[in-house]
């Protein structure tokens, strides 16, 4: 299979603890980005990079949020200390490109469930 | 800034009787428009999008969307409604000067028999 995968799909975690997902774009795509998606709701935009270069962050992206994509290919995104605001599908995609052209391809989600 | 509006958070049809899904836009600049879908415990797919020229943009799984910048409107259409088109259908706006995508609040189709 060659989209975009994450891992874990599911995580349950207690309040308080740090937790990372890991997101493995398309080969070549250039661009990875970050969607949070809450029950109802359409996903929201958390950050996205440009290779190894993380261009932007959401005020979404609180302190307790870090993104990295140390060379350029798969991607992690940590939660410390979580709080029960934080449960939500975590949505990763990839495109080649910068640009309404280039199509973003999702990947299934880490659904997040803090205790 | 750039926002997109779904009239309907819920749309239920009969198999075989036609799927309207209404999508309203808002943008500074020229946007880029999309129809994603979104079956259970699944990532988003894309179904169709509008970059430029025709306005009447086809997609996959027998779905259209036509571009109507007068109205900033972007409605998803399907002559025929499948069981298979369950699903969870989300319209996005992206605008060169945004640089990322702005999803609405999506809209859950139920087929019925």
């Known amino acids: 299979d060659t989209g975009v995968s994450q891992d874990p799909r599911h995580k349950i975690t207690k309040r308080g603890q740090n937790v990372t997902f890991r997101c493995d774009p398309i080969?070549?795509?250039?661009?990875l980005y970050w969607y949070r998606q809450t029950l109802g709701q359409g996903p929201e935009f958390l950050t996205y990079?440009?290779?190894?270069?993380?261009?932007?962050k959401s005020r979404l992206l609180s302190d307790r949020f870090s993104a990295e994509r140390p060379k350029g290919s798969f991607s992690t995104l940590e939660i410390q200390r979580t709080e029960q605001g934080d449960s939500a599908m975590y949505l990763c995609?990839?495109?080649?490109?910068?640009?309404?052209?280039?199509?973003?391809?999702f990947g299934p989600g880490t659904r997040l469930t803090v205790l | 800034a750039q926002s997109v509006t779904q009239l309907g958070s819920h749309v239920s049809v009969s198999e075989g009787a036609l799927v309207l899904l209404r999508c309203n836009y808002s943008?500074?600049?020229?946007?880029?428009l999309f129809w994603y879908v979104q079956y259970p415990n699944q990532g988003l797919q894309l179904l169709l999008k509008?970059?430029?020229?025709?306005?009447l943009v086809k997609g996959i799984n027998g779905f259209e969307a036509e571009f109507k910048k007068s109205e900033t409107s972007f409605h998803l259409t399907k002559p025929s409604a499948h069981m298979s088109d369950a699903a969870e259908y989300f319209c996005a706006v992206f605008s060169d000067s945004w640089g990322k995508l702005q999803f609405g609040a999506g809209t859950q189709v139920v087929v019925t028999p």
């Open positions: 990079f440009q290779n190894e270069a993380q261009l932007e």
């Open positions: 080969s070549e795509h250039n661009r």
């Open positions: 943008s500074s600049v020229p946007p880029y």
């Open positions: 995609a990839s495109s080649l490109g910068a640009g309404g052209f280039n199509e973003q391809f």
């Open positions: 509008y970059t430029t020229g025709a306005t």
